[in-house]
């Protein structure tokens, strides 16, 4: 059983638009959640990540963190091309050496 | 910019036969990790070695061991491949353990086992 979901599979985005990518762990040891996004043929770079209740906003992108139900949820505005990728959710349990990994959002922004 | 290198890009091999793959990091981090991504894209922790210590996922065959001469240098051996190990490998390292610093990825190696 996957401790971290993420929703939805794949998502289709007309440029320009805002693409919502949610994360959900069934663990409340959770303590950190970090979004990684990884272009086709290349390695996962991470993008953002949260511990505290709220949001937090870096250019395009927004996360938010609601604790209580384990959810974080990536907001990218004015979606671009070069923003198609597959974006993975990961959570980290009492920040030991270990992430649990969704298995990912794949990401397309449509010209 | 790549600060982790890893080699091959790309391996085909038959069943049975010994591999292994280099990694090494030039950010003076304390941990490095072994991934392994399936056909599905989900990526499953095999090895983390922080300070000479070693923590292996439980679930990862016997035939795979990391080695490793220095903290910038994580090798990865598999003993005898079977089918079911065909993925992209990917190395990784960080400052201290993963659950709390970003983790920076090499670009992978792909092996294919015929």
């Known amino acids: 059983q996957q401790k971290v979901q993420q929703s939805p599979e794949s998502l289709i985005v007309p440029e320009g638009g805002m693409a919502s990518l949610n994360c959900t762990s069934s663990?409340?040891?959770?303590?950190y959640f970090w979004w990684y996004r990884q272009h086709s043929g290349k390695s996962p770079k991470m993008l953002m990540?949260?511990?505290s209740n709220g949001e937090k906003e870096e250019g395009r992108f927004t996360v938010h963190l609601n604790k209580a139900s384990l959810h974080t949820s990536l907001h990218i505005r004015d979606s671009q091309p070069s923003d198609s990728a597959l974006y993975l959710c990961?959570?980290?349990?009492?920040?030991?050496?270990?992430?649990?990994w969704g298995s990912g959002t794949k990401l397309i922004i449509k010209p | 910019e790549t600060a982790v290198f890893q080699t091959p890009n790309y391996h085909v091999t038959q069943v049975g036969n010994e591999v292994s793959f280099n990694c090494k990091q030039t950010?003076?981090?304390?941990?490095m990790y072994w991934y392994k991504q399936d056909s599905k894209k989900l990526l499953k922790i095999m090895f983390s070695?922080?300070?000479?210590?070693?923590?292996v996922n439980e679930t990862v065959p016997r035939r795979f061991s990391p080695q490793s001469s220095d903290k910038a240098h994580l090798n990865l051996r598999i003993k005898s491949v079977e089918p079911e190990d065909s993925a992209v490998y990917l190395c990784?390292?960080?400052?201290?353990?993963?659950?709390?610093?970003?983790?920076?990825f090499g670009s992978g190696t792909r092996l294919t086992v015929l």
């Open positions: 990784a390292s960080s400052w201290g353990l993963a659950g709390a610093e970003t983790l920076y």
């Open positions: 950010l003076g981090h304390d941990t």
């Open positions: 070695y922080n300070n000479k210590q070693l923590i």
């Open positions: 663990d409340r040891n959770v303590d």
């Open positions: 990540s949260i511990f």
């Open positions: 990961a959570a980290s349990i009492d920040s030991n050496y270990q992430l649990i």
